[in-house]
């Protein structure tokens, strides 16, 4: 881990040879030399009827008390035995490594050294930043004198849609107990926006078990839409105008005296309605135009969906964030149906696997995650509701591709990434922590085309802002057939 922020000063003395250590002059220990002086000495201080006598240490409060009397009455300490040889450092020989332990080594360093000498003026500003204490002193700004409120501004600089603005409050115990309050608000120059409202709070007659409840709503005039399925091609995007309603609630069923395991139940009242879109950067979707791709199911209608979920998941790690060893696993189902006297309903399962794996050098972890869903519909005359089919690609699965890239009925995914953490924040525990992944997943209607076809692939890097306790954010740019995607997450991910 690099303690200095210079990426270019690590790279330097990543390749630096090793020293190479020499044995002083003199005899070999345990030569032909060295033993006959040994033996000699033994025979002489051994010699029959000799007595060796000592001399008391003089007084130092005695008149006659000299240097030269106390230098000639403490006897001389014996010669120590010869010295082991030890491999490397006093011999020439070299002890073996491990098979295979170096060039693993070597490998793994050599994205961090590519991606750290990139990211080079990155850390030179982080590290005027913390020289300074901007960090602190903008804390100071958007906080409250006791710490327990946050004001966060948002500028969304990357998308189609235009720069976005906005902001976010986070207040801790609004009302004076274990509770929560996370407001957030976005607007684009295209007027898209995005409103929610987040309560959250332990109830301690229940053993501490979490009462959540939301409101969200938005208006998204630019959804991108290909189709159905991973054959759909770059040139079949049209836009959409999505509206959504949603009003939730869940509550935590397991204690949490158990932090290994989490279930939690929920409830949840959702609005949809699908239109055409528009925007400058691709057409809107025609419904009269046989090229169109296929409408989406509830496409030109106002509906209102009930559902209801639970999940239940496995986490060892050990920690939320910085993660080096663990694993997570969610199984999450939920069933929906519209009450507006159509044919729109499903039933949804997810589940997915994540292991956090270290590696030989210190800070260094491979993180690998593997999924899959599926979407059914309801009753056998239903259609499944847009909003509930499986998808891909965005800024957690397949992130060189847009939101939303691949829609179908079933799904699965895989990410393998290799992460280190590189820069440390003032001795806090905290810091930066650079990674370079590679994404696989695909889409289909049923399992048969799960597997055929072509596979969609993306790779990519990104830096990710950690804490022992939370992963704080994520900055990413992934890479594919398709081109270049730009990414920021923020919040409690993998």
């Known amino acids: 881990m690099i303690r200095t922020g210079l990426g270019a000063l690590w790279l330097g003395l990543w390749a630096c040879p090793a020293p190479t250590w020499a044995a ?27 007595t060796p006598s000592f001399s008391a240490a003089p007084d130092p409060s005695s008149a006659d008390f000299s240097a030269e009397s106390s ?18 450092l006093n011999t020439d ?34 590290w005027a930043l913390e020289t300074y204490d901007v960090a602190e002193r903008v804390l ?31 207040w801790n115990a609004p009302l004076g107990g274990p509770d929560r309050l996370v407001l957030l608000a976005l607007a684009d120059l295209n007027e898209d926006w995005t409103v929610s409202v987040d309560f959250g709070r332990r109830l301690p007659f229940v053993s501490g078990r979490e009462l959540s409840t939301g409101v969200s709503a938005s208006v998204d005039n630019d959804t991108r839409y290909y189709g159905f399925g991973s054959e759909s091609r ?28 989490r279930a939690e139940a929920g409830l949840a009242y959702r609005r949809r309605a699908l239109e055409v879109g528009s925007g400058g950067f691709a057409p809107p979707i025609d419904p009269d135009a046989p090229s169109d791709p296929e409408l989406p199911p509830g496409f030109g209608l106002r509906l ?38 159509g044919d729109l309903g499903g039933i949804r399962s997810i589940t997915e696997v994540a292991a956090f794996v270290p590696l030989l050098p210190r800070d260094r972890t491979l993180f690998v995650r593997l999924g899959a869903g599926a979407s059914f519909p309801f009753r056998p005359e239903d259609s499944v509701p847009y909003h509930f089919l499986m998808r891909l690609g965005g800024n957690n699965t397949l992130r060189g591709y847009n939101d939303e890239r691949f829609v179908d009925e079933l799904a699965w995914w895989g990410t393998v990434e290799y992460r280190w953490f590189f820069y440390e924040w003032a001795g806090t525990g905290g810091g930066l922590v650079s990674t370079v992944f590679f994404d696989v997943g695909q889409v289909g209607r049923d399992v048969d085309d799960l597997f055929e076809g072509n596979l969609p692939w993306s790779t990519g890097f990104s830096i990710r802002v950690e804490q022992s306790l939370i992963m704080l954010g994520r900055l990413q740019v992934g890479f594919s057939p398709e081109g270049v995607q730009v990414s920021f997450a923020i919040g409690d991910l993998l």
């Open 304 to 341: 209102d969906y009930p559902e209801a979920s639970a999940e239940f998941g496995v986490d060892t790690r050990d920690s939320f964030g910085l993660t080096s060893r663990g694993i997570v696993w969610n199984l999450a189902a939920a069933i929906t149906h519209e009450i507006n006297g």
């Open 140 to 170: 100071d700004v958007i906080t409250n004198p006791e710490r327990t409120a946050v004001f966060l501004p948002i500028i969304q600089p990357f998308g189609d849609s235009g720069i976005g603005f906005g902001g976010l409050l986070a």
């Open 71 to 88: 230098t000639t009455a403490v006897p001389r300490a014996p010669r120590p035995g010869p010295t082991p040889p030890v491999p490397g």
């Open 93 to 126: 020989e070299r002890r073996e490594r491990a098979p295979g332990v170096e060039p693993l080594q070597l490998l793994l360093r050599l994205p961090e050294a590519f991606v750290e000498v990139a990211l080079t003026p990155l850390l030179i500003t982080v």
């Open 24 to 50: 002083e002059p003199g005899p070999a220990p345990g030569s032909a030399s060295d033993r006959a002086s040994i033996e000699t000495e033994t025979a002489t201080a051994a010699q029959p009827g000799s």
């Open 234 to 261: 770059e040139g079949d995007l049209r836009l959409l105008r999505r509206e959504t309603i949603d009003l939730t609630t869940s509550i935590t069923l397991i204690s949490p005296a158990a932090p290994v395991l």
